[in-house]
């Protein structure tokens, strides 16, 4: 049973258009949501977090979007860069007293130049 | 702040041999997590700490799998009797706690079991 879903596998954005990454959740005891950058043979990387008593969190080129009713958030990257080139992994926390994180199976973003 | 460290990098073994990594979380974080990812899948849960304390294990992990978390510092994760399908890449987090629940991944330990 899939929790955190990341439909699309892979996604190809020309350099300094926007790259909008998505997952979707079934769980909507998930309180807490994060965004993870991957390279190859490295470990995941922390981009970006959003809590969900908010629909909007910003740093930097990064924004996250949360819609709780539709169960969705989505990572929105501008302008993309080549080196934002790697595997992005959404992941998600339920309340209840768990810290466990769940995450999704990645898109593989690929930058153009 | 070194973030969090993972050693070996890298563990080749044989089949039915037993293998320990070791995870030195951030300094001063409180929970401790492991994960196991394989190739075309996302980081998959295995069990985490808060402190000392083992709070949640996956229903996935069998017995061959156990780890520990002494003086609620730096963690170890055993593997006995490994399989073939033990293969995959092992990946310790921490987390602060207290509010803030950003997890901080170590590099990983890649196992390859032949």
């Known amino acids: 049973d899939q929790q955190v879903k990341q439909n699309s596998p892979s996604l190809s954005v020309q350099e300094g258009r926007i790259s909008i990454l998505n997952c979707d959740y079934t769980?909507?005891?998930?309180?807490?949501f994060l965004w993870y950058k991957k390279y190859p043979a490295e470990g995941p990387t922390f981009l970006i977090s959003?809590?969900?008593?908010?629909d909007k969190n910003e740093d930097g080129r990064f924004t996250v979007f949360l819609n709780k009713s539709a169960k969705h958030l989505s990572l929105h990257i501008v302008p993309s860069q080549p080196g934002d080139s790697a595997v992005y992994f959404c992941?998600?926390?339920?309340?209840?007293?768990?810290?466990?994180?769940?995450f999704g199976t990645g898109t593989r973003l690929k930058v153009l130049a | 702040d070194t973030g969090v460290s993972q050693n070996p990098r890298h563990k080749i073994t044989k089949r039915g041999q037993n293998v320990t990594f070791r995870c030195d979380p951030i300094?001063?974080?409180?929970?401790l997590y492991w994960y196991r990812q394989t190739l075309g899948q996302g980081p998959e849960f295995l069990t985490y700490?808060?402190?000392?304390?083992?709070?949640?294990k996956s229903r996935l992990l069998s017995d061959r799998f156990s780890a520990e978390r002494p003086k609620g510092s730096f963690s170890t994760l055993e593997i006995q009797r490994t399989e073939q399908g033990d293969s995959a890449m092992y990946l310790c987090?921490?987390?602060?706690?207290?509010?803030?629940?950003?997890?901080?991944f170590g590099s990983g330990t890649q196992l390859s079991v032949l």
């Open positions: 700490f808060q402190n000392e304390a083992q709070l949640e």
């Open positions: 959003i809590s969900s008593i908010k």
């Open positions: 300094s001063e974080h409180n929970r």
């Open positions: 992941a998600a926390k339920g309340d209840s007293g768990t810290y466990k994180y769940i």
């Open positions: 769980n909507s005891m998930f309180d807490y």
């Open positions: 987090a921490s987390s602060l706690g207290g509010g803030d629940e950003k997890l901080f």
